[in-house]
């Protein structure tokens, strides 16, 4: 089990992001993505090595009924989320913060 799960501001602003365009589709959808990205979270401090690696030593996790992903490197005791990425968006933004 990981200590520290540290999300970086760019990862932050996605989920913002993210939240803010489902709300606006309906309400409350955006409140069930935060939860998805959160049962996420939660599996990834509990097993980071579970998830696959998808470039270099950056792995990701698949958020159930959204299509994203929550893309981390593990570090000894530490997860750093680098993106949480829309799977339709190009690659290089999440690769670009690694």
Do not use: C
């Not at 299509?67 to 490197?73: A, H, I, Q, R």
């Not at 290089?92 to 913060?97: A, E, S, V, Y």
């Amino acid at each position: 089990m990981i200590s520290q799960l540290i999300l970086r501001a760019q990862a932050e602003a996605d989920l913002a992001e993210a939240y803010a365009w489902y709300e606006e589709r309906r309400a409350g959808l955006g409140q069930s993505l935060l939860l998805s990205v959160e049962a996420a979270l939660a599996s990834i401090q509990e097993n980071p090595l579970l998830f696959p690696v998808v470039h270099g030593n950056i792995r990701r996790a698949l958020i159930r009924r959204f299509p994203f992903g929550v893309y981390y490197l593990v570090d000894r005791e530490t997860v750093v989320v680098v993106a949480i990425f829309h799977a339709s968006r190009d690659p290089k933004g999440w690769r670009l913060r690694s």
